[in-house]
T-cell receptor, first 116, second 113 residues
């Protein structure tokens, strides 16, 4: 079975500051990793994903995450945040190639609050 | 194109009543998932359909919960004898296949009084 831990429930930062949202996972098999974002009053949207290949993945709006197998982590980072990044961020995992299921296992979420 | 739609957006019911929640996936998506998100928690998997059949219903909490997808498109999540603990946002997602990106609907907020 897989599990996901998001260590911070809330992260307040000032605009243009860097931010890191932490995600650790537990799994006995290889996994695919995802970050989803939920803006206020909107549905979940995929931000970025790691399936294979380069361990550093990037989104179109400046976020990046690095898969670290030895530390079982997939932390999300952005060097300079904007007010519009205020949202709740969810880390998720699903069994990788050869796994029998595609359902996502989510962490509890981290609320990022960007202040002017 | 149209995304995943869910109806109703809000549902308030009384303890013991029966409710149905509907999900209309993106056209052509063969995989459909139901999740439940309780306050302060991440989404929790309930059931997964591939086509018309439930490929994995291991997340359904008990036999009061049931879901169908008779024609391989629209799905209905049915909850019998609702309890206050069933109050949550019920999310539906669809994808082209089991291993493709899941697109989520806006959810149905269920409140059981």
């Amino acid at each position: 079975a897989q599990s996901v831990t998001q260590l911070d429930s809330q992260v307040p930062v000032f605009e243009e500051a860097p931010v890191e949202l932490r995600c650790n996972y537990s799994s006995s098999v290889s996994v695919y990793l995802f970050w989803y974002v939920q803006y206020p009053n909107q549905g979940l949207q995929l931000l970025l994903k790691y399936l294979s290949g380069s361990t550093l993945v990037e989104s179109i709006n400046g976020f990046e995450a690095e898969f670290n197998k030895s530390q079982t982590s997939f932390h999300l980072r952005k060097p300079s945040v904007h007010i519009s990044d205020t949202a709740e961020y969810f880390c998720a995992v699903t069994p990788g190639y050869g796994g029998s299921q595609g359902n996502l296992i989510f962490g509890k979420g981290t609320k990022l609050s960007v202040k002017p | 194109g149209a995304g995943v739609s869910q109806t109703p957006s809000n549902k308030v019911t009384e303890k013991g009543k029966y409710v149905e929640l509907r999900c209309d996936p993106i056209s052509g998506h063969t995989a459909l998932y139901w999740y439940r998100q309780s306050l302060g928690q991440g989404p929790e998997f309930l059931i997964y359909f591939q086509g018309t059949g439930a490929a994995d219903d291991s997340g359904l909490p008990n036999d009061r919960f049931f879901a169908v997808r008779p024609e391989g498109s629209v799905s209905t999540l049915k909850i019998q004898r609702t309890e206050r603990g069933d109050s949550a946002v019920y999310l539906c997602a669809s994808s082209r296949g089991q291993r493709n990106e899941q697109f989520f609907g806006p959810g149905t907020r269920l409140t059981v009084l």
